[in-house]
């Protein structure tokens, strides 16, 4: 019979994080997972972002609630000493198809008045991305590329 001091049982992004960390302190580990593959679950349905709240009608539930928990899990990260980066998110439209859903989108959010903070211009955001237009008051004009 084999011995192993740790069970892991999961092999989505949770169990194999958890899995590499109990090895590297010195326990043996062996991580049981259903699946051929390891991340084939749970954590393909997980993009690992803090969401903001930008897709929910304002006012909604959704909405709320995603706010309210984004905001705790920032509150919770540094006290926890759990890394994170808050990097904030660009929305763009990369040709003019997109250009009326990222509209869509905006009029349909209402991102700031969900606690979203008012997005900034993708030149300043993001200098290598091109985009047909961006999300934000002071966006680029179409086709504009941006530096």
């Known amino acids: 019979m084999v011995q192993v001091d740790v069970a892991v049982i999961g092999g989505g992004v949770t169990g194999l994080a958890s899995a590499v960390a109990l090895a590297e302190a010195g326990a043996s580990v062996c991580l049981l997972e259903r699946d051929a593959r390891p991340g084939r679950a749970t954590s393909t349905h997980n993009s ?7 897709y929910y009608p304002t006012g909604s539930l959704k ?33 003019d198809h997109e250009v009326a859903d990222l509209e869509a989108l ?42």
Do not use: M
């Not at 690992?48 to 930008?54: D, E, R, T, W, Y």
């Not at 993708?122 to 290598?128: G, L």
């Open 48 to 54: 690992g972002v803090i969401h903001a709240g930008l």
């Open 63 to 95: 909405a709320r609630l995603c706010v309210e928990g984004r905001d705790r899990l920032y509150d919770f990260c540094p006290k926890h000493r759990v890394p994170y980066s808050r990097c904030g998110k660009l929305v763009i439209a990369a040709n």
């Open 106 to 147: 905006r009029q349909k959010s209402h991102a700031t008045r969900n606690g979203c903070p008012s997005p900034s211009t993708t030149a300043q955001r993001s200098p290598s991305a091109r985009a047909a237009r961006a999300s934000g008051p002071t966006a680029p004009t179409p086709r504009s590329r941006t530096r």
